[in-house]
């Protein structure tokens, strides 16, 4: 990936000499931030702000700039050459904001697998719906501190809701090593106990011990290729928690949808990685 950054900055640097300093620094930020994960770590405010942050822009903006490398090999200069890092400044500005969204959600995936198939819907026992927070994606690391995970779970303990879903990837290279930081990050939601699953992502598997202890810590109930029913306040409910796969994963779902088949009279959840699937309006 180095290799490429030097290679494209080489091409892009004559279309920004006369902003040759930020160009400059912002390079040097990708090369220091990479090497510094030689031995990962969460960093704080000042290395994130002036290392992590605008490393991970220009180096996506470098890389994204492709289609104007390319011509310029020969001789072709097309115009416009800040679109690419326009884009990954708006990716950055997205990463650094938490988007909250509150809809009713109907989702199921049986036209690819016929055990997550809909089932007829029907009005919920208690006479209102059931309630769901999702969480999904935080990756701790330069984007997402601990303090900031930790703000976004208390947001969800004030809703007070029936279940709280947490689908997956915790974690990045510069948190895998300490279970404390993920730990730290999600113990708001002890306060709601009984109440909080997860499922694993894919970045999940590369620190799994260090996932599983701190959900354990947490107060968070893992499920992986597994069940769990409970009552709830909106009614019965059945969640199945499955792990994430690389292949096969239409023969995966299948296999533990029919390990653990639906409950007569529960609403049934499905936990697919970073995606969450189930039976009726919320």
């Not at 400044?89 to 055990?115: F, N, T, Y």
Request: hydrophobic share 45%.
């Amino acid at each position: 990936m180095l290799g490429l950054q030097v290679l494209f900055a080489s091409a892009l640097f004559p279309r920004f000499h006369s902003v040759w300093p930020p160009f400059v620094y912002g390079h040097a930020a990708v090369f220091v931030h990479s090497l510094m994960l030689i031995r990962p770590s969460m960093r704080g405010f000042l290395y994130r702000a002036l290392v992590s942050i605008p490393g991970a822009f220009f180096g996506a903006g470098t890389l994204l700039a492709l289609p104007w490398v390319l011509p310029s090999a020969f001789g072709v200069a097309l115009p416009a050459v800040w679109i690419p890092y326009a884009v990954a400044l708006i990716g950055v500005l997205q990463s650094l904001r938490s988007k909250e969204e509150q809809v009713h959600l109907v989702v199921a995936d049986g036209e690819s697998v016929p055990e997550l198939k809909r089932h007829p819907k029907r009005p919920p026992s208690s006479g209102r719906p059931l309630t769901l927070v999702q969480i999904t994606d935080p990756h701790l690391g330069p984007f997402m501190s601990v303090e900031r995970l930790r703000r976004i779970c208390e947001r969800a303990v004030a809703r007070q809701p029936d279940l709280v879903l947490l689908t997956g990837d915790f974690l990045t290279m510069e948190s895998q090593a300490d279970p404390e930081l993920l730990c730290s990050a999600l113990s708001p939601l002890a306060a709601l106990p009984g109440r909080c699953f997860a499922c694993l992502g894919n970045h999940d598997h590369e620190a799994l011990e260090t996932v599983k202890a701190a959900l354990e810590r947490a107060g968070v109930t893992l499920l992986v290729d597994n069940a769990r029913e409970l009552l709830t306040a909106a009614g019965p409910v059945q969640i199945l928690g499955m792990d994430f796969v690389w292949r096969d994963r239409k023969e995966h779902l299948a296999r533990v949808c029919a390990e653990h088949p639906r409950l007569a009279g529960h609403l049934r959840i499905e936990k697919l990685g970073k995606i969450m699937m189930k039976r009726r309006k919320t």
